[in-house]
């Protein structure tokens, strides 16, 4: 069978692939994506969305527990851990048809199954029939990553989970270890936590959510303790021992090793790049553990072949993949294209307090050797947070002194991944904190606190 030619083959239908394949189509390309598994790949089915899906079930529950507070009547408050894991999971199927919906308006080619490079421009796709051969000047990867195991800490499905299994839980756990405190663990930690399972967090690092800005993560620390969480920083799980029903883990804190008995363990340690064969090797693609090292414009240095998303390196998030798409198909469409810069891209945690951020942290900026402006907001001085009775957050502005730019933003507390976003455009449009101060914001609101935070940082505060 004569080989199938395109413009551009996108291997990979995640929020990286299927973007590129629409924005490629719209540029009057013709174009192929070849997907192994699900349309929409981890973001939408085992990641991002679904994931949300189980922490909105665990927030409602949260809240029907605090009923009395707002003058309301809830008794024998429950949940069914099955309906909350099927209203996940449909969550999940309907944005993945969603995205098949899209692909196929936009007259993009889907061809399921497994992709090789055999050679420059040549794609080779084993599906159920057998296999296709394509051809196309373009080939953009985005085949995405997977959890990382440690050696030791493999899952098993039963008693050692990934985010896969604590997306569909064969049990509900009562005694849970979550390695790692980034946003996976974290999120997977707020989520079984808040529907009553005894969890412990153990990370590596000198605190949680290691990424984000030191004073952010010691208050979203103390809350995750006042719920009831323990967590343990400096610490290193060495080994698990598995038995009937139950995981002894191994803990190194503080030079000494303690034992602690779980029934379950979620391992959030990472991820590593899904670069295995393609026959990237062959084709003189460099890597580095795991992952493709590319310029600005996501080339990988072998003419015709780019590479987007979590297979080309951090920042690990959806968004960014996606604009990378987008970036890609018009730099090969001959537009003009912007490259993504990783720090103007948001990081949201959507634990609860939620986290979010964008930029340079406090520490980051003053290692970069900016002179800095701090300003600070709690949302025990904002109207519409007493009022939601939610005083529990604060918000950070970090400036250069001297110019006034926005270097770096920092929340934690309710609805906080929807409120960076007004950062994140006042960073792409290169604001200074004069534009910030004379902005007025809507009354009552959470972003009202965005313009406190902002004047904070210039001694001009009012509300505290």
């Excluded at 996108?10 to 009057?28: D, F, H, L, S």
């Excluded at 004073?215 to 080994?239: N, P, R, Y």
């Excluded at 993504?340 to 990081?347: M, R, Y």
């Excluded at 290169?430 to 972003?447: G, I, K, R």
């Amino acid at each position: 069978m004569a080989a199938q030619s395109f413009d551009i083959i996108v291997i990979g239908a995640g929020p990286g692939g299927y973007v590129a394949a629409i924005r490629a189509a719209q540029n009057g390309a013709k174009v192929c994506v070849v997907e192994r598994e699900n349309l929409g790949g981890i973001c939408l089915n085992w990641g991002c969305i679904p994931t949300k899906a189980m922490l909105r079930s665990s927030e409602v529950f949260h809240l029907m527990h605090r009923a009395k507070e707002f003058g309301l009547k809830a008794e024998k408050v429950d949940y069914d851990l099955d309906a909350v894991v099927d209203r996940s999971r449909g969550v999940a199927k309907q944005l993945s048809g969603g995205v098949g919906h899209l692909l196929k308006k936009n007259k993009v080619t889907v061809i399921m199954g497994e992709a090789t490079i055999p050679a420059k421009g040549k794609v080779s796709v084993k599906t159920d029939k057998g296999t296709e051969e394509l051809t196309a000047k373009n080939i953009i990867l985005a085949t995405g990553a997977r959890a990382r195991e440690l050696p030791g800490l493999e899952a098993d499905g039963d008693l050692v989970w990934t985010y896969r299994h604590a997306l569909k839980p064969p049990r509900m756990p009562k005694k849970l270890l979550v390695i790692g405190s980034g946003a996976i663990g974290i999120e997977f930690a707020s989520f079984y936590n808040t529907l009553g399972t005894d969890t412990t967090v153990v990370e590596v690092m000198d605190r949680v959510l290691p990424v984000e800005d030191e004073e952010i993560s010691k208050f979203a620390k103390k809350q995750f303790e006042k719920q009831g969480m323990k967590i343990m920083q400096k610490a290193t799980v060495k080994k698990l021992d598995r038995a009937k029903g139950k995981v002894t883990a191994h803990i190194e804190v503080g030079g000494k090793v303690e034992t602690h008995d779980f029934d379950t363990v979620i391992s959030a340690v990472g991820i590593v790049g899904n670069v295995e064969n393609l026959g990237l090797e062959a084709l003189g693609v460099k890597i580095d553990r795991t992952h493709v090292i590319t310029d600005e414009f996501c080339r990988t240095g072998v003419g015709g072949l780019y590479a987007i998303g979590d297979i080309a390196g951090a920042p690990w998030l959806a968004h960014k993949a996606s604009h990378e798409g987008v970036m890609v198909a018009d730099l090969i469409a001959g537009k003009h294209a912007h490259p993504v810069k990783p720090e103007s891209i948001a990081g949201c945690t959507y634990c609860h307090p939620q986290v979010a951020s964008v930029g340079y942290t406090e520490a980051k900026a003053k290692e970069l050797g900016y002179d800095i402006k701090v300003g600070r907001f709690p949302f025990i001085g904002n109207g519409k947070a007493i009022a939601l009775g939610e005083p529990e957050g604060m918000i950070k502005t970090v400036f250069d002194a001297k110019t006034g730019e926005l270097l770096g933003a920092h929340m934690v507390g309710a609805e906080v991944t929807e409120l960076i976003q007004g950062y994140v455009v006042g960073r792409q449009l290169e604001t200074t904190e004069e534009d910030l101060m004379n902005t007025v914001f809507p009354h009552p609101t959470l972003s009202e606190m965005m313009h406190e935070s902002v004047l904070d940082a210039y001694g001009r505060v009012i509300h505290f």
